[in-house]
């Protein structure tokens, strides 16, 4: 029998182990036969084992209670068949085996021993040839992508990805057109100039600069516009779209992704930054917090609220920190060159709507290679700023991405939230701030849950989304199934205080069996 974790789960099944096996103990009692069966066994272990092994294959089998599937949102009243609904409510990220002919198994297996060293290829290729006749008997698939393709195809039907819900959003192409349009309307204006003229001009601008290679590459992309693509905020009111553009096969992707690799050399210094909220688990473990509150401050449309010459500023005060002969070296032009180049692409990021050509508005595209590197590193500066105008206001502040938390001190509670927004306001160089206060003495920020008790704070592991498990029959490989076996217990339990253990275990492990991990 297997140990169990907690003293609770062996108070509960002890009585239901005593009561089971009494009978098995006296009926080979009193058939002369009990030491024969219990002489070899020499602990007490040894005979409980041997006893539930007895037992175990007489209790009624009970079926796997599966989760709800994750819902589809479907809007003005489309209907949809059942079974195409089925097919989305397996989300975006199952997959299915593909199907693979005799020849392409072949052809597989040298290519994986092309992965391998020379003197070990044959052999790698002789072991994959000999796994491939127990391919053959494997059981098809069950589900087909064909049929609903069409459906939607057919119907005039749009099918997009929720922001953060991890469910896929159907409607209307009338629909997906007026919201679509709102959203680039919104972050977006149109120009007049001629994409193929853009392209014309960072050429010469790259021979100008003597980055000859990066030009090449600028002339290998085909593309003059970058493409772009809605996801559907699902968390607001009327489920407003947000715009995402790609840069493959643009010059954009060149260009940026030269800038990206010499932006990410660059040390930049925030005092509230953090890489995950394993940070705020660590301060708080560590510390006695009585008569602490908290709140958070989100940055509206972070990417698209970036005023250009206030980061082009940062930029260059964030080389002169670091050791720009060390940058120049690196990059191989100066730095005065670099800016220029830099400036010319967050200008130029055109991209293609309905025939029409837009530019955004303000700030960088989501998508850019650079937004995240840029961000940090205007934000950096607007952290800077606020050290001092918050020094008395706030216990701790930490940021991630757009989202701050800042612990303060509970009394007169209202009255420092909002002089605290004051301050960011009047340091933040024109972003847009939001609050959110604690509902209930409890507020989330990233994937915890903060409970602000008189003596204490608490906390919990508890994402904002609600996405289900990835479903164990899908086509992924072992090691990733493995590998969410593995890691969804260790959040229930990694990122919570001790005295909430059990309840938190027991929830992650039988979220794990609902979907179908046994």
Known sequence: MRPTLFSAENTRSTP??????????????????????????????????????????????????????????????????????????????????????????????????????????????????????????????????????????????????????????????????????????????????????????????????????????????????????????????????????????????????????????????????????????????????????????????????????????????????????EFVSKCGISVPSFLELLFFYIKHTYVGWKGKNFVQRSGICIGSKVAPVLSNIFLARVDNDLVTGLDGLVQKVYRYVDDYLLLINSDNFDSRVDEVLRVFGNKGRGLTFTREVPKNGKLRFLDLQLSFQQKHVCWMFSPWTAKPLLDYSSGHSRLVKKWHCHDVPKNGVGQIMPTSYGDKFFRAGGNTKRRGVS
């Not at 959003?169 to 679509?180: C, D, H, R, T, Y």
Request: charge should be neutral; charged fraction near 30%; aromatic fraction near 8%.
């Open 16 to 325: 239901y182990l005593e009561a089971t096996l009494l009978r098995p103990c006296e009926s080979q009692w009193i058939y002369g036969i009990f030491d024969t069966l219990f002489l070899p066994c020499g602990t007490f272990t040894e005979v409980t084992e041997l006893l539930w092994n007895s037992v175990r294959p007489t209790l009624p089998t009970r079926k796997k209670k599966r989760l709800p599937e994750r819902p589809v949102v479907v809007m003005d009243d489309v209907h949809i068949p059942e079974e195409h609904k089925r097919v989305l409510q397996l989300g975006p990220k199952f997959c299915l085996e593909p199907h693979l002919r005799a020849i392409d198994k072949v052809a597989l297996a040298r290519s994986v021993s092309n992965k391998v060293k020379e003197e070990d290829k044959s052999r790698c290729i002789t072991e994959c040839v000999e796994l491939l006749p127990r391919s053959e008997g494997r059981k098809k698939r069950i589900v087909s992508l064909d049929p609903a393709i069409d459906f939607f195809t057919n119907n005039g039907l749009r099918v997009l990805l929720s922001d953060k819900e991890g469910s896929f959003v159907v409607m209307p192409e009338g629909m997906f057109s007026e919201k679509a349009g709102a959203a680039v309307c919104k972050n977006f204006r149109e120009v007049s100039e001629k994409p193929q003229e853009v392209v014309k001009k960072v050429r010469e601008l790259l021979l100008r600069l003597h980055l000859e290679k990066v030009c090449s590459e600028v002339k290998k992309m085909k593309g003059s516009t970058m493409e772009t693509f809605f996801s559907v905020k699902t968390h607001k009111p009327d489920f407003p779209f947000r715009a995402i553009v790609s840069e493959r096969g643009t010059w954009c992707l060149a260009v940026s992704t030269y800038l990206q690799s010499q932006l990410s050399s660059l040390k930049v210094e925030d005092p509230f930054i953090i890489p995950n909220s394993s940070t705020v688990v660590d301060f708080l473990k560590g510390n006695v917090h009585e008569n602490t509150s908290g709140f958070s401050i989100d940055i509206e449309d972070l990417y698209y609220s970036l005023p250009h010459d206030e980061l082009m500023t940062s930029v260059k005060e964030c080389i002169g920190n670091n050791d720009e002969m």
